[in-house]
């Protein structure tokens, strides 16, 4: 009918040159034609629309989709734990298990950092939970099946106080105060008044770890999956951007210039934080802790940002979580930094590699 109705409207005379009639008729058809058209076009865009939505859409769009995912890797990562307490014999088989593990827990945080942006508060904290759990139940599998070597010299037992003894036993029993793990990987250990540089290259490093240092300045160019942060003191650090999560734990007085998905931040002490976060930053344990964007430049951090997905800035900076702060009013442990006290643009691109 349609192809009838456009043969006629191509055939039709001028419309100036027929009767008033005829031209009605013409400008009818013309009318119905255009609807049509119309409404073809619309359809078709409509469809387009959505297709292209599905197509472009992140994996976990639902809470629902998210806690289904999150549930798999845990289940995978408790299977794989039961099988290296009760399914390794051979105790070179152990470390490879142990470490494969530790970055399926990894893969799970990550996970949870890139969809953070419109799961429920309740939702990320609890999988936080969950994840911490999994990384200590680690431990403690790590620390049966791998003990470590004690040194001590082997001096004459000598006779104790029996009252003393009994008071060092008491202490043993004592809980420690639960706080993150230090691992054994790569990194800056017990350096004092030093500039530490190193260049990630490209899928050199998973995990890196900066632990025991007084009055450094620690810079860290390039891209590294996890950055452990632990006991510093009148330090500095920059980082380029770490794909996965940041964990700090006891730092005091120090600046921190850090682009990551995830950075966690625990017994923290005056110190101020420059981020580019894709979630929400969380402290524990922490005060007089201040907020300000990154502000870090290098030749090649652009790239890098890029590949990383922290290319965008996000304003998560200022959306700080104090989990130990239930109350509705602003938690007095951190503040925003004020911008009359905030560093410039800092450039590191000159930094010899230690």
Known sequence: MENEEEAALSSSPNPLDVDPTLQKKHQSMLDRLTNRHQTRLGSS????????????SPSF????????????????????????????????????????????ISDLEKL????????????????????????????????ELLPKKKFAFKNK?????????????????????????????P?????????????????????????????????????????????????????????????IDGVERCVFIMASHQ????????SDFYLRVRSRPIIEDSCGVRFAPYCLSYQGIEDELREASLDGETKNWSNVDD??????????????LPEDERVGLVDISNSEES
């Open 263 to 270: 950075i966690r931040i625990h017994n923290a002490k005056r």
């Open 45 to 56: 865009l409509t469809r387009r629309s959505a297709e292209s939505d599905s197509s472009s």
């Open 323 to 336: 989990f130990l702060w239930l109350r509705a009013v602003q938690s007095p442990n951190w503040s925003i």
């Open 157 to 185: 037992p000598t006779r104790k106080d029996p009252i003393f003894e009994s008071k060092e036993q008491e202490e043993e029993k004592k809980p420690e105060k639960p706080g993150f793990r230090v691992p054994e990987s």
């Open 112 to 143: 949870v950092a890139e969809n953070a942006y419109f799961l429920p508060s309740y939702e990320v904290r609890s999988s936080l939970k969950t994840i911490s759990d999994l990384r200590q139940s680690l431990e403690i599998l790590s620390s």
């Open 187 to 247: 990194g800056f250990w017990n350096k004092k008044g030093e500039i530490l540089v190193h260049k990630f290259k490209g899928s050199e490093l998973g995990e890196f770890t900066i632990a025991d240092l007084d009055s450094c300045e620690v810079r860290l160019t390039g891209s590294v999956r996890a950055l452990f942060v632990h006991r510093l003191r009148n330090c500095t650090v920059y980082t380029g951007p770490v794909t996965g999560s940041v964990l």
């Open 61 to 104: 769009e639902s809470t629902s989709t998210f806690l289904s995912r999150f549930s798999n890797s845990k289940s995978s990562i408790e299977s794989q734990l039961a099988q290296c307490r009760f399914g390794l014999s051979e105790s070179t088989q152990v470390k490879p298990h142990l470490d494969q593990i530790s970055s399926s």
